[in-house]
């Protein structure tokens, strides 16, 4: 049954690799790899695993020109970004637009590193719309409330055993 999801999902979908290649990345410092999305939206899906070096790597998307604001040292604003690890990745859908993907290792700035990075673009056949995560504000709202029904039930239940 998951090879037949797989099959589905895989037919349904267009993949284009856009990276997937190493890239040296220096102590204290940073590379970024630059993602254009200019005809049809996608899902930028990111892999990254370092394969030289002691210390973990960030991943963080950002639009083009917060990346010039993040080189000059100015605030900026990040779309999505993964912890400081050995291995990790994401898949964002962020709409048309100039985007920059930045392997950042200055967490611990041990030593330089080298990350295999493998960028894919996944277009969805046939113009549907793109499945996004929950923001994390709408999560934390699913969860209160998920919580809150589950409290409810069991204290409801609990309630109609104690008075037997």
């Given amino acids: 049954m998951i090879a037949v999801l797989a099959l589905v999902a895989a037919l349904a979908q267009q993949r ?22 200019k005809q049809r939206p996608a899902i930028i899906d990111c892999r990254f695993t370092v394969v030289r070096g002691r210390s973990g790597v960030r991943l963080a998307l950002l639009r083009r020109e917060d990346a010039g604001r993040f080189r000059g040292g100015q605030p900026h604003r990040v779309l999505l ?8 990745g994401f898949r964002y859908a962020p709409g048309l637009g100039d985007y920059s993907l930045l392997i950042d290792n200055r967490m611990e700035g041990r030593g330089p590193a080298a990350v295999r990075l493998e ?30 029904v589950f409290a409810v039930i069991v204290w409801f239940a609990a309630r109609r055993l104690l008075r037997r």
């Fill in 16 to 37: 284009v690799l856009l990276v997937d290649e190493v890239v040296e990345v220096p102590a204290s410092g940073w590379r970024t790899v630059e993602v254009a999305l």
């Fill in 119 to 148: 960028v894919t673009l996944v277009f969805p056949r046939g113009g549907e719309p793109l499945v996004r995560e929950l923001s994390t504000g709408r999560r934390a709202v699913v969860i209160v409330v998920s919580l809150t």
């Fill in 81 to 88: 970004s993964t912890a400081f690890e050995s291995r990790g």
